[in-house]
């Protein structure tokens, strides 16, 4: 009986830390998604400049994930700082910074200065996620660096280009693009998408971009700057006021103020021109997009358009060609009309000769 008792009390006791685990496992699997996270944030900054890379500026413009699916989309502009005239090509792989696991990375589109990368099968458990962005520069143009070195180098022989060993060049740089699952957005929807979809999202999204940018620097910056010149101003006239009661000495150091003043003045009013240059350029940039998008949005119009240059086009041609017809008419006529000139020229020529000639026949007889 008490044997009994004992096995139903070790039972109870199994099931219990069975239970206790089972809470404890529960808790430390979905613990991101409930408890505060005070570690530092790891996020490499949206829509900032990241160096490194030999021949590329990149800026990381957005990062999402679905959980759904376990995807992951990096949007990243690029900016051809360097002097090569071929540009260089990339290369991605994604990593797990505590799991050390690799994930595939792969470009799935890419434009003039944008590339959109998927991660696939990212755990919904990750927390930050390095993704290496491998710039491979043209070999032609590395092994002509090569070569320039060598000759520059009056110890060693000129070595002809196609001599050069992949081993000689220098090895391709790289950065890391870092991704906190604190800063990357969680959407739902994502999926991949045609290269017409993904054209469209990221025109829209640089609009998007442009819009921001131009409503910072009207909204902002200008008045910024022109509140800063009124303070200045009157800063400027309430100075120039106390002059009239100071010394001599005191004077000679206030008008070095009012310098001071006055420069600063001159410093904000060219900040402002730059100002709505740039808003004039980001306009220009806007509308560049707009028309882009419009044609992506519309193609149909866009054959109605061509038909229409077409029309015009061959209108012109047969314009031309009109053109060109009279004027090897007129020219036929102009030749035709020197021809006719030149004969009664040489008839009249001929009849004053033979003029000439009669009266000294008769002169003889």
Request: no cysteine; glycine share 2%; hydrophobic share 25%.
């Amino acid at each position: 009986m008490k044997s009994k008792l004992n096995r139903r009390k070790e039972n109870k006791v199994y099931i219990g830390i069975i239970v206790t685990l089972g809470v404890l496992l529960g808790v430390f699997l979905t613990s991101k998604s409930w408890m505060y996270d005070d570690s530092a944030i790891a996020q490499t900054p949206y829509n900032e400049s990241i160096n490194g890379l030999n021949q590329t500026t990149l800026i990381l413009r957005s990062w999402e994930y679905n959980p759904k699916n376990q995807l992951m989309e990096v949007t990243i502009e690029t900016v051809h700082t360097g002097t090569d005239a071929v540009e260089p090509t990339f290369t991605f792989e994604a990593k797990g910074k505590e799991s050390k696991e690799t994930y595939p990375a792969k470009k799935v589109y890419e434009s003039d200065n944008v590339m959109v990368i998927h991660i696939e099968h990212v755990p919904t458990e990750y927390r930050v996620i390095g993704l290496f962005v491998t710039e491979h520069r043209d070999d032609k143009i590395l092994k002509q660096e090569y070569k320039r070195q060598l000759e520059n180098d009056s110890d060693v022989a000129t070595t002809e280009t196609d001599k050069i060993e992949k081993s000689d060049l220098p090895k391709p740089e790289d950065v890391i693009i870092v991704g906190d699952y604190r800063e990357i957005e969680v959407n739902k929807n994502l999926v991949a998408k045609s290269d017409k979809a993904y054209q469209r999202e990221v025109i829209a999204t640089d609009m998007e971009r442009i819009k921001q940018e131009i409503s910072t620097i009207i909204d902002e910056n200008i008045p910024f700057q022109q509140e800063l010149i009124a303070t200045l101003t009157k800063e400027k006239t309430s100075l120039k006021n106390e002059m009239e009661f100071e010394t001599k000495e005191e004077q000679t150091e206030t008008e070095k103020e009012i310098d001071k003043k006055e420069n600063a003045i001159s410093s904000a009013e060219e900040e402002i021109e730059a100002y709505k240059s740039k808003v004039k350029e980001l306009k220009e940039k806007y509308d560049n997009r707009e028309e882009k998008l419009d044609k992506l949005l519309h193609p149909e119009r866009q054959s109605v358009e061509e038909n229409q240059e077409s029309k015009e086009q061959k209108q012109q041609q047969e314009a031309k060609k009109k053109h060109e017809k009279h004027q090897n008419q007129d020219a036929k006529k102009q030749d035709k009309n020197k021809k006719d000139e030149s004969k009664k020229e040489q008839k009249r020529q001929q009849q004053e000769k033979k003029n000439k000639d009669e009266p000294s026949g008769k002169d003889g007889k």
